[in-house]
């Protein structure tokens, strides 16, 4: 069946960077594009934009764009997430989704990014 | 960009009940582009609706989308205990998409 595979929790201090996995199985990874959504604790998701999985070109959603970077390794099914010069308010679960066709289903299980001192 | 408000906050409803949630948009909603998800705690969203008022694969008939333009609703006939999640309405069709903040269900 279709599967999104994140990699796991991550504790991170001010500063640093994190790199999110997120493996796809169970189905053509060009036929759909992904997307990376946010959500802080307590508060609903936020769309941070989409990959082309054809072309590997990423597309922000604005307040998420400059320390944000999408990437593809279509040889092994996998988009990633890297977020640079990380803030305590980047403390949120990071979750992978496919488009299909407009809504988000499914969605990955959600990688914890704790940033803390 | 469009704002979603989702009401009411939380809704406490007993087993049997029928709960009925609203997303109101800012603006009007290309083709009524609105998905439902589900998200239990501690667990990923899941897919209930889409473009409005159409059942993802799998969700049981007691789950109802309907709306068009600025305002939808999700309809939950015959509450189960299992309903108890946080529900949260998302425009796809206009960017760049949005969701609503939730709505907590309590059974």
């Known amino acids: 069946q279709v599967q999104l595979v994140q990699s796991g929790s991550e504790l991170k201090k001010p500063g640093a960077s994190v790199k999110v996995s997120c493996k796809t199985s169970g189905y053509s990874l060009t036929s759909y594009t992904l997307s990376w959504v946010r959500q802080a604790p307590g508060q609903g998701p936020e769309w941070m934009g989409w990959?082309?999985?054809?072309?590997?070109?990423?597309t922000y959603a604005p307040g998420f764009r400059g320390r944000f970077v999408f990437s593809l390794d279509s040889s092994v099914n996998t988009a990633y997430l890297q977020i640079t010069n990380l803030k305590a308010d980047d403390t949120a679960v990071y979750y992978c989704?496919?488009?299909?066709?407009?809504?988000?289903?499914?969605w990955g299980h959600g990688t914890l990014v704790t940033v803390s001192s | 960009e469009i704002v979603l408000t989702q009401s009411p906050g939380t809704l406490s409803l007993s087993p049997g009940e029928r709960a009925t949630l609203s997303c109101r948009a800012s603006?009007?909603?290309?083709?009524?582009?609105v998905a439902w998800y589900q998200q239990k705690s501690g667990q990923a969203p899941r897919l209930l609706m889409y473009?409005?008022?159409n059942r993802a694969t799998g969700i049981p008939d007691r789950f109802s989308g309907s709306g068009s333009g600025t305002d939808f609703s999700l309809t939950i006939s015959r509450l189960e205990p299992e309903d108890c999640a946080v529900y949260f309405c998302h425009q796809y069709g206009n960017s760049p998409h949005t969701f609503g903040q939730g709505t907590k269900l309590e059974i």
């Open positions: 990959i082309n999985t054809k072309t590997g070109n990423p």
């Open positions: 989704v496919r488009e299909n066709y407009g809504p988000f289903d499914p």
């Open positions: 603006q009007s909603v290309y083709r009524n582009y």
């Open positions: 473009a409005a008022s």
